[in-house]
Structure formats: structure tokens, C-alpha cells
């Protein structure tokens, strides 16, 4: 089992940074790779950025320029930091982790809102 905490998320004007974290604890060494969702309100879940075990990267095409994904692996922990956040990237940002047998784990989601 690994269970996922994020923490960052509140809110902030167009134009502003948010860095969001995600602390894994319990079978750490079962994860495969982790990532950021999002899910704005009246819409489905969507994914904005992954990063393997080996640091590959993958982002949407409506944060690539924007957003950044990273691990720490020392600490175990997952950044996404945000910059130029608008009013479209308001949504409950989801960290998710991914272990060698294809078990999806799901923090609790941090808010995220962006004021025009």
C-alpha cells in the first residue's frame, strides 16, 4: 500500500506561482512512477504531467510551457511547480502514484484557484 499527501494548493491571481508537493510514505519502493491530475469543476479528470523512476517526463500540451514536474528522490517527494497560472488551471489537483503491479494510488487533492 502507499499512501500519498499533497500539500501547496490555495489560491492566487492570474500571472502567480504555486508549487505543489506530494509526500509518499509506506511501500515506496513499489512505485513505478507518479503523477499530477487535475479535475476542473463540470469536467473529467484529466492528467497534466507524469514522471517515471527514470525521469521521463511527460507533460500536456496545456501546461508544457507553464508547469514543471519533478522528483526528489532522496525525499521521496513530487513537485509540480506552476507558473503563469490562469484561470483555466483552477481545478482539485490530484497526486497519483503507480506501483510495478499497475496499482493506482490517489492522494486526497489540494485546491488550486486562479482569480482573473
Known amino acids: 500500500q502507499v499512501q500519498l499527501v499533497e500539500s501547496g494548493g490555495g489560491l492566487v491571481q492570474t500571472g502567480g506561482s504555486l508549487r505543489l508537493s506530494c509526500a509518499p510514505s509506506?511501500?515506496?519502493?513499489?512505485?513505478?512512477?507518479m503523477a499530477w491530475y487535475r479535475r476542473a469543476p463540470g469536467k473529467q479528470r484529466e492528467l497534466v504531467a507524469s514522471?517515471?523512476?527514470?525521469?521521463?517526463?511527460n507533460s500536456a500540451d496545456s501546461v508544457k510551457d507553464r508547469f514543471t514536474i519533478s522528483r526528489d528522490n532522496a525525499k521521496n517527494v513530487m513537485y509540480l511547480q506552476m507558473n503563469s497560472l490562469k484561470p483555466e488551471d483552477t481545478a482539485v489537483y490530484y497526486c497519483?502514484?503507480?506501483?510495478?503491479?499497475?496499482?493506482?494510488?490517489w492522494g486526497q487533492g489540494t485546491q488550486v484557484t486562479v482569480s482573473s
Open positions: 497519483n502514484a503507480k506501483n510495478y503491479f499497475g496499482d493506482n494510488y
Open positions: 514522471i517515471s523512476n527514470g525521469g521521463i517526463i
Open positions: 509506506g511501500s515506496v519502493r513499489s512505485i513505478n512512477g
